[in-house]
């Protein structure tokens, strides 16, 4: 048996508009989640909320670590500069070993 809009109006008890103003609502993206908990729930489903990296979770915590490590070592490179202690070791060098530390310790944010 097939799901017809008045059935599922019934089902989540709303008018047939209310489903349609949600259907529009939910191609531009502006439906609640609330409303969304409630129509799957009408389907007999379960409404899943779900944050995709947009890339393969190690190379973005990676890279979400280096550009930490960056901002850190840029800053302490400041202050030492600032303090006439220069450090002579690789930048790059730094960044990555203060990347590891970051990404071993779940700090990447």
Known sequence: MCLTLALL??????ITQVLHKIEKRE????VTLETMRKIAW?????????????KEIKFLL???ALEKATRLIE????????ED???????????ERLAE???KKG???
């Open 62 to 64: 990676k890279e979400k």
């Open 75 to 82: 800053e302490a490179d400041i202050h030492m500069t600032l």
């Open 9 to 14: 109006a019934k089902r989540a008890k709303v």
């Open 27 to 30: 191609a531009e993206g502006k």
């Open 107 to 109: 700090d990447v944010w």
């Open 101 to 103: 530390t970051l990404l």
């Open 85 to 95: 202690q220069k450090v002579t070791e690789d930048f790059k060098t730094r960044i």
């Open 42 to 54: 009408a389907m007999d489903c379960e409404f899943i909320y779900a944050l995709v990296p947009r």
